[in-house]
């Protein structure tokens, strides 16, 4: 595993914030890039808040909140995250823009850096296609909230080296998460068994089948699960899932993976859940 306690996080999102917080509190020095400057005030802002919530039900102290707040660094410039041992790149679900990412993370970060990638989707032996370093590229595919769940979808390209995978591993692990290895296809196993499930949900409500609720109530009380898919394609963002899905569809061209017409329609119109204040069901700031 590289030496450098300083670690590289790109896009301070809701995963890139998350990402952060659980490396700082291991830790590492965290370099916190984005080149919005509120939207990185935003992530800190969150962070704090999530450590205030951690310090009430005593699971850390004032001294550890503060020493977590001192080791992210927030940075405007990719420039930032030179020295880095790992850089994870956590920007939106487009692969345009994760290629802009890794093309200039290339031509600025050490030759031994390990460049990951936080997607949930998109093909890692792709991205990986467009640096110069395919050995150093893997997948590194968090949960949401990145604080409380514990699996990492590690990704194998079909260029990324036994090394690189141990080492990412071994990042995990650090971590106290739990690493599971699958290889490279389009939303791996995680969305590929998840986002269908979202998106039939979807359909429900869109041929009148039952509402948001009704359909929610069914996978919770019928299924155990911990919430309906609709008040998780909220959570997630359904402008997320709406790229999951379309990726889905582009890289196995088949129908079953058709995005719903329900879905296009709420992305277009703004609706994208939490982040949006609406979206299947409506949320005060």
Known sequence: MPESRSIGVVGAGTMGGGIAQVFAAKGYQVELCDAVTSQLERALSTIKKNLNRDMEKNRINETDRD?????????????????????????????????????ELDGICERTTIL??????????????TTGRPDRVIGMHFMNPVPVMRLVEIIRGMQTSEETFLATRGFVELLDKVPVVVNDSPGFVSNRVLMPMINEAIFCVYEDVG?????????????????????LADLIGLDVCL????????????????PC?????????????????????????
């Open 261 to 285: 017409p329900l879905l296009r329609k709420m992305v277009a119109a703004g609706r994208l859940g939490r982040k949006s204040g609406e979206g299947f069901y409506r949320y005060t700031p």
């Open 67 to 103: 020493r977590i707040l001192t080791n992210i660094r927030p940075q405007a410039d990719l420039k930032g995250l030179k020295q880095s041992a790992l850089v994870i790149e956590a920007v939106s679900e487009v692969f345009d823009v994760k290629q802009r990412v890794f093309t």
């Open 116 to 129: 990951a990638t936080n997607t949930s989707s998109i093909s890692v032996t792709q991205l990986a296609g």
């Open 243 to 258: 790229n999951i899905m379309e990726t889905l569809y582009a890289g196995f061209s088949d129908p079953k993976y058709r």
């Open 211 to 231: 509402t948001p609720e009704a359909v929610d109530a069914v996978m919770k009380l019928g299924m155990n699960h911990p919430m309906g898919p609709l008040t």
